[in-house]
């Protein structure tokens, strides 16, 4: 049995909330993404890791300053000299279209750091490559779309056939890797891509480039034991209850309120040929707290917005945005100063105001109020409201019934329905 760490998806300078630490000089938000990162390498070190698999992302863009990237240098040592062997697959945020251009990660490996290596091309890892562990790793990382095409110069306007074709040629790379290996071995894949079924959460906002949809089939081979993913921030298992297990672990930290309600954290896999068993781990990151809130009369209207804040335990250091929806003649009855008052605790408050203005009817230049039925009426003003055809029609149905009671003389639309 091999016990594997497997995370991704580190983006450890995002900082696009909060202010700046005071002693470090570095974005708090910045401090939450390392903290999360020394909370996974402190328990592969705790834990005695066979392995540390990180499946791609270790920023959010191809540039990183030399700080962000010696407190990720820093990270990855403390691996190496707790004698950890650790796989660095590089993913769309660490490397450039450009051909010739270094990776994010290319230090590691320019270094020759001690149990370190990186993952920048397709590849077979076997037992020899992996310092002795009984392994093998096939390793897929990011494929940006426009330069396989370019390799295998097909038409960008191809549409739908290109990337079947390159769907293939993906299909054919991998199963050469796969009829290469050693039966008698555990095999673990490790790839940084979309994967067929998997379900986004709000990374679109982050991700660089076009993705290659990876097809399932591929990811879920029987003759694989356990498949390392990232680039998806979401956690989850692709093959649930199956063999091999497909894990996103997802990513570390969250990124924005679009991440809100997303658990965070790492997994412990435990590998072993045919029958491998593995853990998420969760991980308590920064509190983000998103709220709409609607309200339609000034009664009671504060105490309504009030409520809907999260208790006072939960509001210092939480990142907070509170939406309120509201008709604008009630806009002079918000008290923002209390609202704020109650969030100063918070690392952020946000407080976004959406005033609604009142739909009105508007008839074409030809017609004049006077001119319509009732019911001609009625109709034009379902629309202003953007009610449902469905719906329309049932209404127009019951009020034609109640005009008729009421007048005791057939609607206009009832003659027509009739004689038809």
């Given at each position: 049995?091999?016990?594997?760490?497997?995370?991704?998806?580190?983006?450890?300078?995002?900082?696009?909330?909060?202010?700046?630490?005071?002693?470090?000089?570095?974005?708090?938000?910045?401090?939450?993404?390392?903290?999360?990162?020394?909370?996974?390498?402190?328990?592969?070190?705790?834990?005695?890791?066979?392995?540390?698999?990180?499946?791609?992302?270790?920023?959010?863009?191809?540039?990183?300053?030399?700080?962000?990237?010696?407190?990720?240098?820093?990270?990855?040592?403390?691996?190496?000299?707790?004698?950890?062997?650790?796989?660095?697959?590089?993913?769309?945020?660490?490397?450039?279209?450009?051909?010739?251009?270094?990776?994010?990660?290319?230090?590691?490996?320019?270094?020759?750091?001690?149990?370190?290596?990186?993952?920048?091309?397709?590849?077979?890892?076997?037992?020899?490559?992996?310092?002795?562990?009984?392994?093998?790793?096939?390793?897929?990382?990011?494929?940006?779309?426009?330069?396989?095409?370019?390799?295998?110069?097909?038409?960008?306007?191809?549409?739908?056939?290109?990337?079947?074709?390159?769907?293939?040629?993906?299909?054919?790379?991998?199963?050469?890797?796969?009829?290469?290996?050693?039966?008698?071995?555990?095999?673990?894949?490790?790839?940084?891509?979309?994967?067929?079924?998997?379900?986004?959460?709000?990374?679109?906002?982050?991700?660089?480039?076009?993705?290659?949809?990876?097809?399932?089939?591929l990811v879920k081979d029987p003759r694989l034991d356990y498949v390392a993913l990232g680039h998806i921030h979401k956690h989850q298992d692709l093959n649930p209850g199956l063999h091999p297990p497909v894990v996103y672990p997802g990513s570390i930290e969250r990124v924005d309120f679009g991440e809100a309600a997303d658990d965070k954290g790492y997994v412990i896999a435990e590998v072993e040929k045919g029958k491998t068993t593995f853990q998420f781990k969760k991980l308590d990151g920064r509190r983000f707290y998103d709220k709409l809130v609607k309200v339609k009369e000034k009664e009671g209207l504060m105490e309504k917005i009030l409520s809907s804040l999260p208790p006072e335990d939960r509001i210092p250091d939480a990142i907070i945005r509170l939406s309120i929806e509201y008709p604008r003649d009630l806009d002079m009855f918000i008290d923002e100063p209390l609202l704020r008052d109650k969030c100063a605790a918070a690392l952020e408050f946000h407080l976004i105001r959406r005033p609604q203005e009142e739909a009105r009817l508007r008839l074409p230049h030809d017609q004049t109020i006077a001119s319509l039925t009732p019911l001609e009426l009625l109709e034009t003003y379902w629309k202003s409201v953007h009610t449902s055809p469905q719906e329309l029609k049932s209404l127009q149905a019951m009020a034609s019934s109640i005009i008729q009671a009421v007048s005791g003389a057939e609607t206009t639309e009832t003659l027509e329905e009739e004689n038809q």
């Open positions: 049995m091999v016990k594997i760490f497997h995370f991704a998806d580190a983006h450890i300078d995002i900082a696009t909330h909060g202010r700046h630490d005071p002693d470090t000089g570095l974005p708090i938000r910045v401090l939450d993404f390392l903290a999360a990162l020394d909370k996974i390498i402190d328990a592969a070190i705790r834990e005695k890791a066979d392995l540390v698999i990180f499946s791609g992302d270790a920023y959010k863009d191809r540039t990183p300053s030399p700080t962000f990237q010696r407190e990720w240098g820093r990270r990855i040592i403390r691996l190496s000299a707790a004698g950890i062997p650790s796989l660095l697959l590089t993913g769309n945020h660490d490397i450039s279209p450009a051909s010739g251009r270094a990776s994010t990660l290319q230090e590691f490996d320019t270094l020759q750091v001690p149990n370190v290596k990186v993952l920048y091309k397709p590849q077979l890892l076997t037992p020899q490559d992996l310092w002795g562990l009984p392994l093998q790793v096939l390793a897929l990382p990011w494929i940006f779309r426009s330069v396989m095409m370019a390799n295998l110069e097909y038409s960008t306007g191809s549409g739908d056939k290109t990337n079947e074709e390159l769907e293939k040629r993906i299909s054919n790379v991998f199963d050469d890797f796969l009829n290469t290996l050693d039966p008698a071995l555990p095999a673990v894949l490790v790839a940084h891509g979309s994967v067929q079924g998997a379900v986004y959460g709000n990374e679109r906002t982050v991700m660089l480039g076009k993705d290659l949809v990876l097809p399932g089939s």
